[in-house]
């Protein structure tokens, strides 16, 4: 195992060196640092696998010379588990990027972005398998100070550097507060070791635990990018070269997750009050709901893509929220499936939200735009590119047979079996939360039919479209993995349960694999065999086979028959883009039912003929939504401390003897004081 | 010295430090540039020769050193470079004063009296003959950042500088006897560049804005 990790850590450090060191050739570079980044992944892969089998964690330690501070190392079940995840995405993301950052070629510095893009990486592992708070801090900062360098890649676009400036200073006030819960935990223990975090004979202070609970929530929420604190996704995503967005959205949010449940159940080892959890579940429904109703009024595909990251961070949440109300009530096997239910989701939306960020990128890199406005037809274009983005698409919209399905079937189960608690109010309350996740789904569907409808079907709408042309193979390389991977896991929760089972029964104890996969793992029972059940490979032979007899029915009744090529019926005019249902028309009545929530303004002007209101000239059509939370809480913050600077400008009056006085009185104070 | 009574010693060390502080009291009541850094060089002179009585009495032979550096650096060297500038800007007197002499010379009575309060609790823990003078010493630090704040010409600034530098060089030998030499030759080095750079910034100042009245640097602040 110390091998995998030298392996590991050793390749993403020469990817993040070697670069810097090779004369400015980009390809030489760009071989060089994603292939050796690519082989580091694999070793984070077996890495991760090994940690989930083995039987008991892996542990290392290195001291250093600065107090407090250790570089130690832990493989526990939880950690491999994230790491799996994050390696995985990372050797796809390399593969992916041979292809991708050609197109920066003579724009961007190849060294850098490969150099930067390793550092990324390897401050993501070590982030997951860190056992010191301290060093935790430092790769911590490592990752989001990276993260920003690599968003901010295309300096040269204005709205780029808000972007990054947007995250920079988010991830910030989140470092802040993750500090915060570090010093309160350190109080009471006197170390910064993980181990002494989860001492049991150090039992915190109820209104303590409260508190390091909330800060941890506050400081992981930034990253993770729950409502409402993920307004800066939608601009840092969208931003980042598509290799880094999908990085971004897909693992590094995950980081915050892992922590989260790092911190309730591994630091407080599972010692909390039921409304710890209930708060979660709150959060992860409004951010399911609200995440996918921003995106589907987003035409810019990536920014559609990053609401969907607050979307899925939702489920998540969703499952990890009633996993710990159930583990607060002492269902020990009902709060082991909602974790379970959330760490699915976990791994399924990492890899299907990199996938899509590829497909994204390939679009991006094909047509040389990000809005959907003008895409369109491209699925004869870019077939491969069109059949991943779909495989993608049917997964993040949760539809059989694949992975995303499976994961938020499991957390709709864990949500109905509420009926077990005692309470009342929570009885009323997980319903609710499925209600909640039910429309998410809906919606989610809506997201993506448009998403696809509108890039891939019918006419193009631009000459970029008309002219796109597949992608490189590693990009197809790259995005056919991972669309493998989301049939993989889809069809196969069989293999992946177990796994899941060892991270939980870790931290809960309570083991429910053999309970869960009914009829040797043909099917899967959420722990009442009674109440539901699901076979995965068999509804995906039913799938399958109704495709087949469809295809057949085809072939043999509509394969003779001659075709005939004429006009659409279309009042006598030949049919052109124009006519297309456009992606702002197709979420029309979805923006018209929720207008409370998107607050739009609609702006239209016209310019009629002269001679007769009844012709138009010209019409103009505007169209906002009001970015809520945005303009209430963050702009109201943001005008008080400007306002608040403005104030103390009087203080720095630019005087010379002014400022020799504040020092000559303080100095004079401070010797006053001594005494 | 066993001739000399040590009690003798400390009165005439505390004697010598007295006078430096007296400089600084004349310094703030003068007007004119060209006065105010002969005055300087009078108290630089006065610093030397405190050094060198704590060199007899004590035998502490490296003080001899330091003393004959500040001759060399600050009573002839500085001075020169000084009134070459103020010959060369042709600015004889400080018309514009922040805070006017009468209450300028209240306030430094009233930081002499803070300086011997402050230094009280550690006066009665040393054993050194020089130990008045740190009290001294303070005083003249104090004086001289109040000065830098209540004059305006870079030049009186620059002179009210040294004297700090003045009075830290007095504590330093009143509390142990002086730096190791080493330290002293590299604190002396530094007056001597700070000095230089300080005269430049000064032409620079004139050439800026027709004036070397540190207000002026007011109009940078964006």
């Known amino acids: 195992m110390a091998i995998l990790l030298f392996l590991t850590l050793v390749g993403y450090a020469a990817g993040l060196l070697l670069p810097l060191c090779v004369p400015a050739r980009p390809k030489v570079q760009n071989i060089l640092a994603h292939g050796l980044a690519g082989v580091a992944a694999v070793g984070g892969c077996c890495l991760g696998i090994t940690g989930l089998l083995a039987a008991k ?82 790769v911590w900062e490592l990752m989001s100070l990276i993260s920003y360098f690599l968003v901010v890649t295309e300096h040269e676009k204005s709205d780029v550097r808000y972007a990054g400036l947007f995250y920079l200073i988010m991830t910030h006030v989140g470092t802040a507060f993750i500090l915060l819960t570090f010093l309160l935990l350190f109080q009471e223990s006197g170390s910064f070791s993980f181990d002494a975090f989860r001492q049991p004979e150090q039992s915190l202070p109820d209104g303590m635990k409260t508190m390091v609970f909330l800060t941890a929530l506050i400081g992981f929420g930034t990253k993770a990018g729950f409502v409402p604190l993920h307004v800066w996704l939608p601009y840092a995503h969208p931003a980042a070269p598509s290799h880094i967005s999908a990085l971004m959205s897909g693992v590094m949010i995950k980081t915050a997750i892992y922590a989260l449940v790092r911190v309730c159940f591994d630091f407080f080892g599972g010692y909390f009050p039921w409304w710890w959890g209930f708060v979660v579940l709150a959060i992860g429904a409004v951010s399911a709901v609200l995440g996918v109703m921003y995106a589907l009024m987003e035409h810019d595909l990536k920014s559609l893509l990053a609401y969907h990251s607050v979307e899925n961070i939702g489920i998540i949440l969703l499952g990890i929220g009633a996993g710990m109300i159930f583990h607060s009530y002492g269902f020990e096997e009902l709060a082991a499936l909602g974790l379970i239910a959330g760490l699915y989701h976990t791994i399924n939306h990492a890899i299907f939200k990199a996938l899509l960020f590829f497909g994204a990128g390939s679009l991006l890199y094909a047509t040389h735009t990000r809005n959907m406005e003008e895409y369109g037809g491209l699925l004869r274009r870019m077939p491969w590119t069109g059949a991943c983005f779909l495989i993608g698409a049917v997964s993040i919209a949760a539809l059989p047979p694949t992975n995303g399905f499976i994961s938020e079937w499991l957390v709709f189960q864990s949500l109905f079996l509420s009926y077990e608690i005692p309470s009342l109010f929570m009885k009323l309350m997980l319903p609710i939360a499925a209600a909640m996740l039910a429309l998410t789904g809906v919606l989610a569907l809506t997201c993506f039919a448009k998403a696809f409808g509108i890039s891939f079907l019918a006419l193009p709408r631009s000459s970029h479209a008309k002219h796109a042309e597949e992608v490189p193979w590693p990009m197809r390389i790259g995005m056919g993995f991972l669309a493998a991977g989301c049939v993989a896991l889809g069809l196969a929760p069989m293999l992946a349960v177990p796994i899941m089972d060892r991270v939980t029964a870790s931290m809960i104890g309570a083991s429910i694999s053999e309970k869960m996969l009914a009829l040797g793992g043909w099917a899967l029972t959420p722990v009442n065999v009674e109440f539901s059940s699901i076979s995965s490979p068999v509804l995906g032979l039913v799938l399958a086979a109704t495709a087949a007899f469809g295809l057949a029915l085809v072939a043999l009744h509509g394969g003779t028959r001659a075709y005939r090529y004429g006009k659409t019926w279309a009042c006598g005019l030949n049919v052109t883009p124009r006519m297309e249902y456009s992606a702002t028309g197709f979420v029309q009545p979805i923006k018209r039912v929720f207008s409370t929530i998107y607050q739009p303004t609609v702006k239209l002007e016209t310019d009629f003929l002269e001679e007769s209101r009844y012709f138009a000239k010209r019409r103009r059509f505007e169209f906002h939504i009001e970015p809520v939370f945005q303009k209430y809480l963050y702009d109201s913050v943001v005008t008080f401390m400007s306002g608040l600077a403005h104030r103390l400008r009087i203080v720095q009056a630019g005087s010379l003897h002014l400022y020799l006085a504040y020092m000559f009185v303080t100095l004079v104070m401070l010797l006053l004081l001594a005494l | 010295m066993s001739w000399l009574s040590p009690h003798i010693a400390t009165q005439i060390v505390d004697f010598s430090s007295a006078m430096l502080l007296l400089t600084c009291f004349a310094i703030v009541a003068q007007r004119r540039l060209s006065a105010c850094v002969d005055l300087f060089a009078l108290q630089s002179l006065f610093l030397a020769m405190t050094a060198a009585l704590v060199a007899f009495f004590t035998g502490t032979r490296h003080i001899y050193i330091a003393a004959a550096l500040t001759v060399v650096v600050k009573v002839i060297v500085i001075p020169r470079v000084l009134k070459g500038v103020i010959e060369r800007l042709n600015v004889t007197r400080e018309l514009v004063m922040r805070i006017n002499i009468p209450a300028s010379l209240l306030i430094c009575g009233a930081l002499v009296m803070i300086a011997f309060f402050i230094t009280q609790p550690i006066i009665p823990f040393g054993h050194l003959l020089t130990r008045d003078s740190l009290a001294i010493a303070l005083a003249i630090v104090l004086i001289g950042f109040f000065t830098m704040i209540s004059r305006q010409k870079a030049v009186t600034q620059l002179i009210a500088f040294l004297v700090m530098e003045n009075g830290l060089f007095l504590g330093a030998t009143a509390a142990t006897y002086g730096m190791p030499l080493i330290v002293e030759l590299g604190v002396f080095f530094d007056v001597l560049v700070a000095a230089l750079i300080a005269g430049i910034y000064t032409n620079r100042l004139q050439d800026a804005f027709d004036s070397v009245d540190t207000t002026h640097l007011t109009e940078l602040k964006e």
């Open chain 1, 57 to 138: 964690p892996f542990e290392m330690s290195v001291p250093s010379t600065l107090p407090l501070l250790t570089f130690a190392i832990r493989l526990d079940p939880l950690a491999s588990f994230f790491l799996l995840t994050i390696s995985l995405v990372s050797l796809a993301a390399s593969i992916y990027a041979l292809g991708y950052v050609t197109k920066f070629y003579g724009r961007v510095s190849m060294s850098l972005l490969g150099s930067l893009f390793n550092g990324f990486l390897l401050s993501m592992t070590l982030v997951v398998i860190a056992d010191n708070g301290f060093f935790f801090l430092i």
